[in-house]
C-alpha cells in the first residue's frame, strides 16, 4: 500500500472513530455492561497508535480504559452490502467501515 492510500484509509477510520457515521457503523461484541455510546468519547480521543497495535498506519485498532473496564476496537473495511471484504479500503464509495467495541477480556 502506499503511503497516500495508508493516509486515507487512517483518515476515514479516525472520522468514524470521531462519530462520523457517514463513512460506517458501530457494533458491539460481547457483553458490555453500559451503554456504548458512554465509550464512544474514548474511542474518539484514542490516540494511542503505535508501531505495536497499529503496524499498517491505518488507525483502526486500539485498547483503552473506561469507567473501569479495558476495552478493545477495531475497525474493518466491508463492500457496501456488508457481504465481502472492501475492494478498495481507502475508497469510501465502495466500503462501509464497521468498528466493533469489545471488552479486552472477551477477545
Known sequence: MT???TTKIAELNDRLRKGDLSVGQINISG???LDYRLLL???AEFNGFTEDND???EHDFGKFISHG???FFKIDY???NLEYASPDPADPMVTKRVLTIMLA???
Open 31 to 33: 457483553f458490555i455492561k
Open 78 to 80: 466491508y463492500d457496501l
Open 69 to 71: 473496564d479495558e476495552y
Open 55 to 57: 503496524p499498517y498506519g
Open 41 to 43: 468519547p474514548a474511542i
Open 3 to 5: 503511503t497516500t492510500t
Open 105 to 107: 477480556g472477551d477477545y
